[in-house]
């Protein structure tokens, strides 16, 4: 590319968004009528904004107001706090109490990791079967019969149990690796090795903060893409 | 029909907010996901209904609620970058490797679909692209609401649609 061309792309988004003066406008469609490759690059750009406005917002798995309303409830601050906890509780038709908000808290971490090992596990039974699985199933088992005794040690164990899920669904993925295409398998150890940086870095910064809320999540949630990244590459070792 | 509702939730009427929250949910959700990661993403919807809640009774009614409500989500999810940022040493490992060397973050995007494509994305790239592509912010709006001059705004978005292109396989 020419050092004009690349001075020219620099532009591209500012002349497709219509921001660029006339004078410049017209300098760069006289270098666009000689340059292909700025051409491509404009037709690529163009398409890139084309798709972003097409994309389409997904709603979540679950319903999010129940959490909402509880903390609303809870935290007795809004507009006002005694109407609040008097409709907020008109919102439960049945009069139960609501179910806790999707985000975790420190005791939840601990009962998130437990479902999540037994969905992990259950994958790996499917994908891997046998004994594999078996082991799975019995780490599983080990995570249930855990009460987390405080938070700290429960969030340890919980991260044993993951653990114990990941290296499952590693020796799972061990055994099926030579089935997987090269450029899959680079993939996947390029992500890995950002997944574990970041696990890592959590658990680094949790060192020295260890009753940080915030971060344990995160920490929860790239064991979480870690366990979900293993389950899916193991899946397709046995197609 | 909204201004109604909002108006009726800065009074403590939580039936109006959950309407509000009925007809927005999807769209703030969809703006969490892309700018802060699908993992973030039902929490921090929640976290931005929880402060409009709080904040309701600054809505004056001279906008739209959606664009108000679009302002407070924008804040809520900035600060959990923020927040996320303060306690590690040199930023998430995504993140420092996705500001790297340029090669790594086009070879990262090549592939894979559009929106972990998105997700993907600098933090900074991010944002401005999500407000401006998808979201239909000016440049002098993102300028403010991110706090950076409308030029970092303009090559921020260059930048992204420039690694979006490896998405479109």
Known sequence: MTNEADRWQERLSEYLDGELDSEQTAALETHLEGCAECRRVLGELREV???????????????????????IHAEGSGPAAWPIARRAGRTSSSGRRQPRRVTFSLPQL?????????????????????????????????????TPAGLLPASRTASNDYEAAIAQLERVLAAGRQRLDTATVRT????????????DE???????????????????????????????????TEL | ?????????????????????????????????????????????????????????????DAAFGSWL??????????????????????????????????HERRTVIGIDFEAAIERLPDRARHVFVLHDV???????????????????????????????????
């Open chain 1, 49 to 71: 904004v084309e798709r972003a406005g097409r994309l389409i917002d997904m709603p979540a798995a679950g319903d999010l107001w129940t959490g909402i309303a509880e903390r």
């Open chain 1, 110 to 146: 601990a009962a998130a990791a437990v479902l999540l090992v037994a969905l992990s596990a259950g994958v790996a039974w499917q994908a891997a079967g046998g004994a594999a699985a078996r082991r799975a199933e019995l780490a599983t088992t080990a995570a249930t019969g855990q």
């Open chain 1, 188 to 199: 996947l150890d390029e992500r890995l090795a950002i997944i574990d940086r970041a696990i």
């Open chain 1, 202 to 236: 959590a658990r680094e910064a949790l060192a020295a903060d260890p009753s940080n809320a915030y971060l344990n999540r995160y920490l929860a949630g790239a064991i979480r893409r870690k366990l979900d990244l293993l389950r899916r590459t193991a899946a397709l």
């Open chain 2, 1 to 61: 029909m909204d201004s109604r509702d909002a108006q009726l939730a800065a009074e403590g009427n939580v039936e109006a907010f959950e309407r509000l929250y009925r007809r927005h949910a999807t769209r703030i959700r969809g703006l969490a996901y892309r700018m802060a990661g699908a993992d973030a993403a039902d929490e921090l919807t929640q976290d931005a209904f929880v402060r409009a809640w709080q904040k309701i009774g600054q809505f004056r009614g």
């Open chain 2, 70 to 103: 679009y302002r407070v989500a924008i804040s809520v999810v900035l600060g959990h970058r923020r927040r996320l940022a303060i306690h590690r040493r040199r930023g998430a490992p995504e993140e420092w490797i996705r500001e790297g060397d340029p090669s």
């Open chain 2, 135 to 169: 979201e239909g912010y000016k440049h002098h709006e993102i300028a403010r609401l991110l706090h950076i001059t409308t030029g970092t705004s303009k090559s921020q978005l260059h930048r992204a649609r420039m690694l979006l292109r490896g998405a479109l396989a």
